[in-house]
């Protein structure tokens, strides 16, 4: 089961780049999430969809842009890229209704320089 | 918006003893599930434990169990004979019940365990 798929695993930018962040997942879920991970702070909520063509905002989503055009893939798109976008990405999804956990996929790490 | 504390940056334990990490949160919800995941330096997300606030019963593991306190708003993690593949950062996280149609997780700034051997 390969469950949620993230690429790239490592990537370095310069400031002013843009890129997209791919995610991918075969659980047939309809929530999926990106978070960022900042050291000693949590993950924080960038932006979620709840549906294929449904996206929302989370607690941070300046500088971001999500797109959600099928159940399985939910990319994200970092333009122009900052110093203060320097993080780890994870992308999640889960199942609603239901008790389910969130599942993540391993993360990217991102360094803008 | 739901807020997950952690006041335990890092912790240490020794090998073979049991260590708790401790979890409190802000909620008005009376539905809810509250969860604990590990991550070790793989940076895989990995659930631990799953608690649903409806069950009085505290959810057990293996050698994991939680301490679940809903009128004190509390959720510790109990790692009993631990083990030095347990080194991680431990993550405390929320979950909306059904009732409320809302399904984003909140999670906490983290623990890092260490495991002395």
């Known amino acids: 089961n390969a469950g949620v798929t993230q690429t790239p695993k490592f990537r370095i930018l310069k400031i002013g780049q843009s890129m997209t962040l791919q995610c991918t997942q075969d659980?047939?879920?309809?929530?999926m999430y990106w978070y960022r991970q900042d050291p000693g702070m949590g993950l924080k909520l960038i932006y979620y969809s709840v549906g294929a063509g449904i996206t929302d905002k989370g607690e941070v989503p300046n500088g971001y842009n999500v797109s959600r055009s099928t159940t399985e893939d939910f990319p994200l798109r970092l333009e122009l890229a900052a110093p203060s976008q320097t993080s780890v990405y994870f992308c999640a999804s889960s199942y609603y209704p239901g008790n389910t956990e969130a599942f993540f996929g391993q993360g990217t790490r991102l360094t803008v320089v | 918006a739901q807020t997950v504390t952690q006041s335990q940056p890092e912790m240490s334990v020794q090998e073979a003893e049991t260590v708790t990490l401790s979890c409190t949160y802000d909620t008005s919800e009376s539905d809810y599930y509250l969860f604990w995941y590990k991550q070790p330096p793989s940076r895989q997300m990995i659930l631990v434990i799953r608690q649903e606030a409806y069950k009085q019963q505290n959810a057990t593991e293996n050698r994991f169990s939680v301490n679940f306190q809903k009128a004190a708003k509390s959720f510790s993690l109990k790692i009993s004979d631990s083990q030095l593949g347990d080194a991680a950062m431990y993550f405390c996280?929320?979950?909306?019940?059904?009732?409320?149609?809302?399904?984003?997780?909140?999670f906490g700034s983290g623990t890092k365990l260490n495991v002395k051997p």
């Open positions: 659980m047939n879920h309809n929530y």
């Open positions: 996280a929320y979950r909306s019940g059904p009732i409320y149609n809302f399904n984003k997780f909140y």
